[in-house]
């Protein structure tokens, strides 16, 4: 099946500080879109992006679709407690219906 | 803001006993998945379905699993004779015409297979 290889696995980070994951895979996908998930819920949409070299912002988060489609990064600006969570990249391998594959996820502690 | 439901949120239950998890997808979707995430882990695809067959489903979705949408609004799972490695969370989500916007996920079901 698809590997999507997400890192870093966790982080621990001040608030304010900035943070930066990264997801990468050794297949091209047309989608990469970033999820997060807060604890006992399900994943929220965050940030789409659907052409190569795309750079897109959601108030705090910056994420970049990469050139060779194979990999994304998402940005989060500025920390708060509320960034607390997982995040997930996600692609979808082809356009239409087909089911989002999801990355192992990066867990992120905010400490005040 | 649309969103998907998920009942109930906790389910208990007897290994080797059948259990069913319900969702209410969004209104005007027409894609719908159910997702497995076993704690700690990565959130898995189970099955896709659309215009009332199965579309797509994984390996994990052997004969064990079923799902159905038996009226207009509600889209369930079923997993009979459950196994201890059951537990986890399952999510149900939805999508619209194109997939490729991300899924709308409902908050899970939590089960525990005792």
């Given at each position: 099946g698809q590997q999507l290889n997400q890192s870093p696995q966790s982080m621990f980070i001040q608030e304010g500080e900035d943070v930066s994951m990264n997801c990468t895979s050794s297949s091209i996908f047309n989608t990469w879109l970033w999820y997060k998930q807060d604890p006992g819920e399900g994943p929220v949409l965050l940030i789409a992006l659907y052409k190569a070299g795309e750079l897109t912002s959601n108030g705090r988060l910056t994420a970049q679709f990469g050139i060779t489609r194979k990999d994304s990064f998402l940005n989060?600006?500025?920390?708060?407690?509320?960034?607390?969570?997982?995040?997930?990249?996600?692609?979808?391998?082809?356009?239409?219906?087909?089911?989002?594959?999801?990355?192992?996820?990066?867990?992120?502690?905010?400490?005040? | 803001e649309p969103e998907v439901t998920q009942t109930p949120s906790h389910q208990v239950t007897q290994m080797g006993q059948e259990v069913i998890l319900r969702c209410?997808?969004?209104?005007?979707?027409?894609?719908?998945?159910?997702?497995?995430?076993?704690?700690?882990?990565?959130?898995?695809?189970?099955?896709?379905?659309?215009?009332?067959?199965i579309s797509e489903k994984s390996e994990i979705f052997d004969d064990q699993f079923s799902v159905e949408r038996p009226d207009g609004?509600?889209?369930?799972?079923?997993?009979?004779?459950?196994?201890?490695?059951?537990?986890?969370?399952?999510?149900?989500?939805?999508?619209?015409?194109?997939?490729?916007?991300?899924?709308?996920?409902?908050?899970?079901?939590?089960?525990?297979?005792?």
């Open positions: 989060i600006s500025a920390s708060i407690p509320s960034d607390v969570g997982i995040y997930f990249c996600a692609v979808t391998p082809f356009s239409g219906n087909t089911p989002l594959v999801f990355g192992k996820g990066t867990r992120l502690s905010v400490i005040a | 209410v997808p969004i209104s005007n979707h027409l894609y719908f998945y159910w997702y497995r995430q076993i704690l700690g882990q990565k959130v898995e695809f189970l099955v896709s379905f659309y215009n009332n067959e609004s509600n889209f369930t799972l079923k997993i009979r004779s459950t196994k201890l490695e059951d537990s986890a969370m399952y999510f149900c989500a939805s999508s619209g015409v194109w997939t490729g916007h991300g899924y709308t996920f409902g908050s899970g079901t939590r089960l525990t297979v005792v």
